[in-house]
């Protein structure tokens, strides 16, 4: 079992930046792939990032070069610096695990977080 615990949501005016951290406990956490989704009101959850046990990363076109994913295995923790944030980031922030590497679909993985709100205004 891996139990996760997100964190860093807020409000922020659009165009300014926040950092979610993902805590990590139980089995080891560099054994995981990572990743982060989110979930607007009434829509699906989206994959945003995702980072291998490697440190290969991965990103949805619409965060690519705004966002940065990164781990530390040493403190069992994610994150996700989010820069020139938008309104349309706006959402619930999960963050995943799963044992086999980095994938983009929420079914494929095992563990999830509570969510952490982020609120972009303008």
């Known amino acids: 079992q891996v139990q996760l615990v997100e964190s860093g949501g807020g409000l922020v005016q659009a165009g300014g930046s926040l950092r979610l951290s993902c805590a990590a406990s139980?089995?080891?956490?560099?054994?995981?792939?990572v990743g982060w989704f989110r979930q607007a009101p009434g829509k699906e959850r989206d994959f945003v990032a995702g980072?291998?046990?490697?440190?290969?990363?991965y990103y949805a076109d619409s965060v690519k070069g705004r966002f940065t994913i990164s781990r530390d295995n040493a403190k069992n923790t994610m994150y996700l610096q989010m820069n020139s944030l938008k309104r349309e980031d706006t959402a619930v922030y999960y963050c995943?695990?799963?044992?086999?590497?980095?994938?983009?679909?929420?079914?494929?993985?095992?563990?999830w977080g509570q969510g952490t709100q982020v609120t972009v205004s303008s």
């Open positions: 139980g089995r080891a956490f560099s054994n995981y792939a």
């Open positions: 980072i291998t046990q490697g440190g290969s990363t």
């Open positions: 995943a695990a799963r044992r086999w590497g980095v994938a983009r679909m929420r079914n494929e993985y095992e563990y």
